[in-house]
């Protein structure tokens, strides 16, 4: 019977569902040949469980190994070290935080409590920069009719010729007449 079971699984199970050749090939196996495949089935599973718990258990015992040995006890000290040295920066971040809040609420009524003063003082401001500006130009109109040749005029070049002023000086004519000559 093992003889059997052995020629059906090297055609494999007819009903897996990845391969349609197989399935076509199932429906044409009598059924001496599926009752032999259902049992090879039933041991090939049974096989695998076996050698899955032992492939398991192999590996559970390598772990396990490692993590009481020294490796594991550095990797658990390592990890333990960077867990506090996460919740120390956590931790002062948090008071960072907490103080910076804080602070907002506090910047937020200072602001709200000197809103109406410096509006007040905002619209004063604007009322006597105006009157000084107005009166400023008042002032510029007054002076620019007390010397008009001076209104828009900013060199002596353009104010006025230094013919005009040579006499004063008490030069002589002939210096006089060089610098008209000159302009």
């Given amino acids: 019977m093992t ?28 059924p001496e040949q599926k009752t032999l495949n259902k049992e090879a089935k039933k ?8 050698r899955r718990d032992a492939y398991r258990s192999e590996m559970n015992a390598a772990k396990a190994a490692i993590k009481s040995g020294d490796l594991g006890k550095s990797a658990d000290a390592a990890a333990e070290a960077f867990n506090a ?16 809040r804080a602070l907002e609420e506090e910047l937020s009524r200072v602001m709200e409590e000197h809103k109406v003063t410096l509006d007040h ?5 604007g009322v006597t920069h105006k009157r000084e500006f107005n009166a400023i130009l008042e002032a510029e109109r007054a002076v620019n009719a007390k010397y008009p040749d001076m209104d828009g005029c900013y060199s002596a070049a353009a104010w006025k ?4 002023f040579a006499p004063q000086v008490g030069k002589s004519v002939a210096l006089h007449n060089a610098k008209e000559n000159y302009e």
């Fill in 121 to 125: 003082a905002k619209e004063a401001r």
């Fill in 161 to 164: 010729p230094v013919s005009e």
């Fill in 3 to 30: 003889e059997q079971i052995r020629r059906v699984m090297d055609v494999g199970d007819a009903t897996a569902p990845e391969n349609s050749e197989r399935k076509i090939m199932a429906s044409k196996l009598t």
């Fill in 85 to 100: 040295a996460f919740s120390a920066r956590e931790a002062a971040a948090f008071a960072i935080k907490e103080k910076i």
């Fill in 43 to 50: 041991l090939r599973d049974a096989a695998f469980e076996r």
